[in-house]
Nanobody
Framework: QVQLVESGGGLVQAGGSLRLSCAAS????????LGWFRQAPGKEREFVAT????????YYADSVKGRFTISRDNTKSTVYLQMGSLKPEDTAVYYC?????????????????WGQGTQVTVSL
């Protein structure tokens, strides 16, 4: 079992920045690839970014490429999502998730463990 707890969400103006954190506990953190997903009201959950178990492989959704950066610190069992140039359409609940697919994935069904989510709201 892996427990994931997100933090760092909040209200920010368009063009601003936020850094989300996701702290893991339980089984060996470095055994898992991590991903960030988000879900806006009335929409399906969508992929944001993923990072492999050792951080060597990273993928982003086209909608956030160049604005968001995913990283991980295996010594702290934490994954981060640095978000910049935020837009109102980035407003959503952001979830981190862990998968045994060690290179990471954009497919939510491949993730075994999920956090409870943190709200990000971007205002005009």
């Amino acid at each position: 079992q892996v427990q994931l707890v997100e933090s760092g969400g909040g209200l920010v103006q368009a063009g601003g920045s936020l850094r989300l954190s996701c702290a893991a506990s339980g089984r060996t953190f470095s055994s898992y690839a991590l991903g960030w997903f988000r879900q806006a009201p009335g929409k399906e959950r969508e992929f944001v970014a993923t990072i492999s178990w050792n951080g060597d492989i990273i993928y982003y959704a086209d909608s956030v490429k160049g604005r968001f950066t995913i990283s991980r610190d295996n010594t702290k069992s934490t994954v981060y999502l640095q978000m910049g140039s935020l837009k109102p359409e980035d407003t959503a609940v952001y979830y981190c998730a862990a998968t045994t697919v060690t290179r990471g994935s954009g497919l939510s069904y491949l993730y075994d463990y999920w956090g409870q989510g943190t709200q990000v709201t971007v205002s005009l």
